[in-house]
């Protein structure tokens, strides 16, 4: 599986991006998919999952209620709608995808298969 994350830009804060992750191959449908973010000298953190189906979804307490992850399989995509964005939501954002069994959703990164080549969000303040 290859991917291919877009949308990412500067915004000021309170703005929106939404961000996509288009994926190769015919067995999209068969992975869990997250959204993770790099800042400058921290580590690569998990910011929302969603499951195969994409009816289980899962945030981090700092995007909850303002980000939402949704994926579209018959177009091999998964979304990532930010609003009310903050300038320390600015990171680097990666789309990653594993093989889970049908309603999981992972947050640990270590445990997915393929990544994504990242996208930058920058919030101004």
């Known amino acids: 599986v290859q991917l291919q994350a877009s949308g990412g830009g500067l915004v000021q804060a309170g703005g929106s991006l939404k961000l996509s992750c288009t994926a190769s191959?015919?067995?999209?449908?068969?992975?869990?998919m997250g959204w993770f973010r790099q800042a400058p000298g921290t580590e690569r953190g998990f910011v929302a999952g969603?499951?195969?189906?994409?009816?289980?979804?899962y945030y981090a307490d700092s995007v909850k209620g303002r980000f939402t992850i949704s994926r579209d399989n018959a177009k091999n995509t998964v979304y990532l709608q930010m609003n009310s964005l903050k300038p320390e939501d600015t990171a680097v954002y990666y789309c990653?995808?594993?093989?889970?069994?049908?309603?999981?959703?992972?947050?640990?990164?270590?445990?997915?298969?393929?990544w994504g080549q990242g996208t930058q969000v920058t919030v101004s303040s």
């Open positions: 191959g015919r067995t999209f449908s068969s992975y869990g």
């Open positions: 990653a995808a594993v093989q889970v069994p049908i309603a999981a959703v992972v947050t640990d990164s270590r445990r997915y298969d393929y």
């Open positions: 969603l499951s195969r189906s994409g009816a289980v979804t």
